[in-house]
């Protein structure tokens, strides 16, 4: 089978499920695990955002968006070239990838019948669905069955963990310039991690805030999920807005890539994650989270 992956989480589906050799072809942002991008096609490329400040990749966003130009380019050609069987794509996020309308487009236009599978999930059990419809689409649903069911067995371990504890108030910075609330399944996360979200709504959009408003909420814990980048990129983020948060709050980075904001297997790793630095349930990874303020030191 020949499968092209056209956004970060579902190659991660794909090689979770085993199906990396038949990964032909992904996109620019395909990193893990550990880099897709060697050895197949990268047909899907994007806006040059290096060396800006967030409030500069804000701005180039708007103005592109504003301006109808695309964010995410498909190289046709290359597309074509493929003869991909099964496109795994989106339309959850503009944002964030190509969206499906753009693939089914240019498969009509080369006259191509692959399935096309679009990954759109708003919620954590949207999520564990995703890997399910995959499975389905490429012939190994006991596979994902298995895998969905790991995960909801990890997820039930950290239930029992945190139950009966004091539930920390959480606010998530999915952005910090302008400051957006994470959204979708990422407050189900902290939930399920014995936390809870504030300002936050599950299965909504993220959206824009004000410093004001997450003083307002009070939150015990802030995370920066910095939507793009790993936990060092996060890190740098939450220093830069140190001062605009709530003194008296713990502040935490978190590789947003790698355990939020993309809806794959890794989020069960987030909510691990959270867990531990919520609770002290398990060790915190330093090269997933770090501490970037500790109120009681």
């Known amino acids: 089978m020949r499968i092209v992956s056209l956004l970060p989480s579902a190659t991660e589906i794909a090689f979770a499920l085993g199906l990396a050799d038949d990964v032909v072809g992904v996109t620019f942002e395909c990193d893990f695990p550990p880099d897709p991008r060697v050895g197949r096609s990268v ?6 955002t290096h060396g800006l400040t967030p409030a500069g990749i804000d701005a180039l966003v708007r103005e592109q968006v504003a301006a109808g130009v695309d964010l995410y380019t498909l190289d ?3 597309f074509r070239s493929l003869a991909p069987e099964v496109v795994l794509t989106q339309d959850l996020c503009r944002v964030c990838a190509l969206p499906s309308g753009t693939v089914d487009d240019a498969l009509e236009r080369l006259g191509c019948e692959a399935t096309v599978v679009s990954l759109d999930p708003h919620r954590l059990d949207e999520v564990l669905a995703s890997i399910e419809a995959v499975g389905a689409a490429t ?4 596979r994902a069955g298995e895998l969905v069911g790991s995960l909801r067995e990890r997820l039930a371990a950290v239930a029992a963990q945190v139950r009966g504890r004091r539930r920390p108030r959480v606010f998530v910075l999915e952005w910090p310039d302008p400051p957006f609330v994470a959204g979708h399944w990422v407050p189900e996360l902290v939930e399920a991690a014995g ?11 993220s959206v824009p805030t004000t410093w004001e408003a997450i003083a307002e909420v009070d939150p ?8 793009g980048f790993d936990v060092a990129g996060a890190a740098g983020h939450a220093a830069d807005v140190l001062d605009r948060l709530p003194a008296r709050c713990d502040v935490w980075a978190i590789d947003a890539n790698g355990l939020m904001v993309r809806p794959g297997p890794r989020v069960v790793d987030g909510v691990e994650t959270l867990a531990a630095l919520l609770h002290g349930v398990g060790e915190v990874d330093p090269l997933r989270a770090r501490a970037v303020r500790r109120t009681e030191d």
């Open 139 to 142: 012939g190994t649903a006991d």
């Open 195 to 205: 936390g809870t979200a504030v300002l936050a709504r599950a299965g909504e959009r």
């Open 76 to 78: 046709v050609d290359r």
């Open 220 to 227: 015990d814990v802030v995370v920066v999920s910095s939507c």
């Open 43 to 48: 047909v899907v490329g994007g806006l040059d």
